[in-house]
Every structure is written in C-alpha cells, then in structure tokens.
C-alpha cells in the first residue's frame, strides 16, 4: 500500500512539473507575439489598472534623469527627446511608428510607486520620478 502512495505522489509531482513547463514555454514565444493560448489567458480578464495608472514620468534608476514620460497619447524619451505614439490595450503597451506598432511590453504591475514590465528583453522595473 506504501509502494503505491509513492508512485501517486511521484507521478503527481512529474505532472506538476511538466505542466508548469508547458505553460512556461507558451508564454515566451520566440517573436515577441502572443500566441492564440496566451491570447486566451489573457482575453476577458480585467487587469487590475488602467492607463492612467502607467500615464506620469518614470525612471529605471540607471541615471540621475528620468527615462521617459507616458503621457495621453504618447511617449517622450527624456534622453533622445523623442516622441512615440502608443496604445495600451489589456495589459499591454503597444509602440507605434507610423500607424504600424513595432514594440510591444506587458505590463505587469502599475501603482502610484512602481512601474514592472515584460517582453522579450526581460522584465524592467521602474519608479515614479522625483524631482
């Protein structure tokens, strides 16, 4: 009875494994896009912050200046002093070159402190700025 409780348990746990590496995999799609299962997960599930909780001026902490400033309908990178369009859809930030989106990055975590993204680099934390 013992013998038989240990390959339950064993199996249980071969299962636990292989799923969690299923998923791991259809998240991190080579090309940056989403697949229809990520698309999936994510469809119908009100995140939990708006646009205007990622909207002010944010720093990575790499420099003394902020990094750049998401504003109503654009994007100001505070070192090249360059404007990009954007739309946020869900969760996720979306970059736009004329009218065509070339940059995508999930937005993980919004407050009025923090800011956490994720795409194909990695993940990138930010705070809010100070002067």
Known sequence: MKKIHTIFFVLFLISCIVKETEE???VQHQDGTSS???ES???GI???YTEEDIKGI???GES??????IEEDSILFVDAFEY???EFRNDTLIYIEDGVSFFKTRVIKADKDSLVTSNE???RRLWRFKD
């Open 41 to 43: 997960m994510y469809s």
């Open 58 to 60: 944010w720093t990575s």
């Open 84 to 86: 990009l369009k954007y």
């Open 46 to 48: 009100q995140p939990l």
């Open 64 to 69: 003394e200046n902020a990094s750049f400033s």
């Open 121 to 123: 680099d990695g993940i």
């Open 24 to 26: 791991e995999s259809v």
């Open 36 to 38: 229809p299962a990520v």
